[in-house]
């Protein structure tokens, strides 16, 4: 029987991922669209300012992820990390638009940046709390139920609550993220004479580039459907009121369906378990290629489908690059690296949003005619474009360099 205590570890550890998720999703989903329409700015600004704005996030990883393996992830620096992201996120949300384009990008700019500095340290302490391949899933699989959790919450409060109560949630948000980010304390901090392991060991090493690329590829897959679903709800189905019940069976379907890859993972190992996901879900995403207007039903039903696929998505890829991380710390006398590897991973990830973004943006501004994009061209990157890129991903990990990163660090 699993001790409270051992509970409450994974628990503490993943409570950031309730409200970064709340906060997260309005902004990813949400925010593109809103500031194109109703702020004033038009698609392609956007699209470019979007760009701008995530590549000079993906800048600021490696820099941050460095700082953290020398000095470990200090209290301080959670809170300092908070500040930022709070103090950003709500002048952009409360302050009337449009900015100055200059103006906006710095607000988009230290926003992510906040955000760096608060993910970057936690997505990087399982390499040092976890001590069994079973505990590297357990932190990252209770780490992604917590952010479908908060997902689930950000689609499902503000349907409830009435919209002049809207900014006491965004507090209350900020507030539960102060406290989760000042529970992780100052763990992870370098100690003794463990030396920190250069940047060309890192990129040297052959198991790290053949799982990068198919983590970028997969990333960008996902990120596309997201920038442009609720044009593919508007002008497709044309059935932007159905798009909460969407989300929610998506997300739902998501939560429920952790338990699943978990246990899979354990019996057939993270990387097969995760090429079923890749395959499964570009499979059933493929079919809404079909779909148009009225079909809404039938799109639910594709959702819950991808939804289940999306634990394999999310988990799988994490404890394999955790794995990873601690056998390249043993192979080098326990040098530090694991937060400047997750940074790199998260830099790859913010590049793919910003790339899904640019893109996206970019494509339907050049196709559009009059109010909106023409139907074809939003099919077409909507659901022709992530199908691609799931498949391609999911050969890009059939590599052998691959087979045994799983096996490490036991």
């Known amino acids: 029987m699993r001790s409270p205590f051992r509970a409450w570890r994974y628990l503490r550890y993943a409570l950031p991922g309730l409200p970064l998720a709340a906060l997260g999703l309005p902004f990813y989903l949400y925010a593109p669209l809103w500031l194109a329409e109703q702020g ?87 390499v040092n709390l976890s001590f069994s391949a079973v505990d590297r899933l357990r932190y990252n699989s209770s780490r992604e139920a917590m952010l479908l959790l908060g997902t689930l919450l950000a689609m499902v409060l503000p349907a409830m609550l009435a919209s002049k109560n809207i900014p006491l949630v965004i507090l209350f948000v900020l507030c539960l993220l102060l406290l989760a980010v000042y529970l992780q304390g100052s763990q992870g901090s370098v100690v003794g004479d463990r030396q920190s392991l250069g940047l060309n060991v890192l990129f040297a090493d052959v198991r790290l580039r053949s799982l990068a690329l198919p983590w970028f590829t997969n990333m960008l897959a996902n990120a596309i459907p997201g920038t442009v679903l609720i044009l593919y709800m508007r002008e497709v ?34 990387l097969r378990a995760w090429r079923v996901g890749l395959c499964s879900s570009a499979l059933l995403f493929s079919s809404a290629a079909l779909l148009g207007e009225g079909d809404v039903g039938w799109f639910i039903a594709i959702s819950i489908g991808t939804g289940l696929a999306l634990g394999a ?59 909106a994009p023409p139907v074809w061209a939003i099919s077409g990157v909507y659901v022709l474009a ?10 890009m990990l059939g590599r052998k360099s691959l087979i045994n990163i799983e096996g490490d660090g036991k």
């Open 40 to 126: 004033g700015y038009g698609y392609s600004i956007v699209g470019i300012v979007f760009f701008a704005a995530r590549f000079s996030d993906v800048l600021s990883d490696m820099p941050v992820g460095a700082w953290i393996d020398k000095h470990g992830s200090k209290r301080y620096l959670w809170l300092s990390a908070w500040l930022l992201t709070a103090s950003s996120a709500l002048a952009l949300v409360f302050l009337p638009h449009p900015w100055p384009l200059p103006l906006l990008v710095a607000g988009l700019v230290l926003l992510m940046l906040g955000w760096t500095g608060i993910t970057v340290p936690w997505l990087a302490l399982p």
């Open 313 to 371: 998505d999310q988990a799988l890829p994490a404890v394999m690059q955790t794995g990873l991380a601690q056998t390249l710390s043993a192979e080098h006398g326990g040098a530090v690296i694991a937060a400047r590897m997750f940074a790199l991973w998260s830099m790859l990830g913010k590049a793919a949003m910003g790339v899904a973004v640019g893109i996206s943006y970019l494509w339907l501004g050049s196709q559009a005619e009059a109010a």
């Open 386 to 395: 992530p199908v691609a890129l799931k498949l391609l991903a999911f050969i």
């Open 237 to 270: 189905l044309q059935a932007e009121d159905d798009l909460a019940i969407v989300l929610v069976s998506y997300f739902l379907a998501g939560l429920a369906g952790v338990p699943f890859w978990y246990f899979l993972a354990r019996r057939i190992g993270n």
